[in-house]
């Protein structure tokens, strides 16, 4: 593993993909984790990552399964993979691909877990009322402001955390997000957002910009024009963030106000292409999951529309209509 052939072979991809694939750092990191780990494997069969063959991939696979790693993380390794030695072939430093005809495990698809409408509404109320008192702190203000777009706007927590001031167009209601892959996106934001921006962008901020120009030294430009700051004048991290999502309830975190924010627009008639484009997602599949989520209001729109639904109201027309039956009969 330590080879310094195979570690510059790692290092090679690692720049593929964050170069031409365009994937985030963190996700670069789990992939290099993963190969690192097949790497490994395969010295135990005196074996190296441009020699591997299918019945290396199929062991390593079997390798995981018996070791309690679960059908997911087993196929997000083979996906590593297959994607890994697709780079090799169109690179032509193999000449047959090992991952072929191999399958992946059959997962389960685990449904989002998110908050009921009453729980967000508690608790983004708390957090107003924390940044609405007179003598709220830039740090309440900014809290709030954060809570209120990781819900309006189903921001992942990466992509709060990387905003900046001049992604925001608070005047016409949305923010210029960059997503996974640095994909960009506009997404549209609910009044309670932006009043709650507004007000963190002229009373909170500054004071905590203040702060980090009057640090020694003070912060690269770059850090400096991040949306939200610590109280050291800081980019807050996703850890951060994290902790702040559950210090404020603590059954929430900031992938459930996503999936929360999904799925009550699902719940209140939102179709599925609007929501993709919303979360940006890549593929309509991934958005699909939340019409599970929604099956009170889905029975409710058959029984109100399909000609065989229990008990639907006659309309108007309708009645007239079956007077007008009867009297020809």
């Known amino acids: 593993m330590d080879s310094p052939r195979t570690l510059a072979l790692l290092k090679e991809h690692q720049a593929y993909l964050r170069v031409e694939k365009g994937l985030r750092p963190l ?25 591997a063959v299918q019945q290396d991939v199929a062991g390593f696979l ?16 083979l996906s590593c993979l297959r994607g890994f030695y697709k780079w090799l072939l169109l690179d032509r430093r193999i000449h047959h691909d090992p991952t072929v005809n191999i399958e992946s495990p059959k997962t389960w698809k685990v449904l989002p877990k998110s908050l009921a409408e009453p729980e967000v509404a ?13 003598q709220a702190k830039a740090t309440a203000l900014r809290d709030s402001a954060i809570l209120e777009l990781l819900y309006a706007g189903g921001l992942r927590v990466s992509e709060v ?11 016409a209601g949305r923010v210029h997000v960059r997503g ?28 905590l910009e ?21 109280l050291r004048g800081m980019p ?19 992938h459930k106000l996503r999936h929360s924010c999904a799925t009550h627009m699902v719940e209140h008639g939102a179709d599925l292409r ?40 006659v309309e108007e027309g309708e009645e007239l209509l079956l007077e007008a039956v009867e009297v020809i009969a």
């Open 27 to 51: 996700t670069c990191e789990a992939y290099l984790g993963d190969l690192k780990t097949f790497a490994e494997f395969l010295e135990g069969r005196n074996a190296v990552l441009l020699m």
């Open 62 to 77: 079997e390798h995981l399964r018996n070791h309690g790693i679960d059908s997911r993380s087993v196929a997000r390794k």
């Open 122 to 134: 508690e608790m983004l109320a708390r957090a107003g009322m924390a940044a609405s008192h007179p």
């Open 161 to 171: 955390t990387a905003l900046s001031t001049s992604d925001l167009v608070l005047d």
């Open 180 to 207: 996974k892959g640095d994909k960009e996106r506009i997404v549209p934001l609910g009044c309670t957002a932006v009043s709650a921006l507004e007000v963190y962008l002229r009373e909170g901020r500054p004071h």
């Open 210 to 230: 203040r702060i980090s120009t009057a640090r020694k030294g003070g912060a690269p430009s770059d850090l400096r024009a991040r949306l939200f700051l610590s």
């Open 236 to 254: 807050l991290t996703r850890q951060w963030i994290w902790r702040l999502v559950k210090n404020a309830d603590n059954s929430a975190s900031p």
């Open 274 to 313: 609007s929501v993709q484009l919303l979360l940006g997602h890549a593929d309509i599949s991934t958005t699909q999951v939340y019409t599970h989520l929604a099956l009170g209001r889905l029975k409710a729109v058959h029984q109100m529309h399909h000609p065989r639904g229990a008990r639907r109201p």
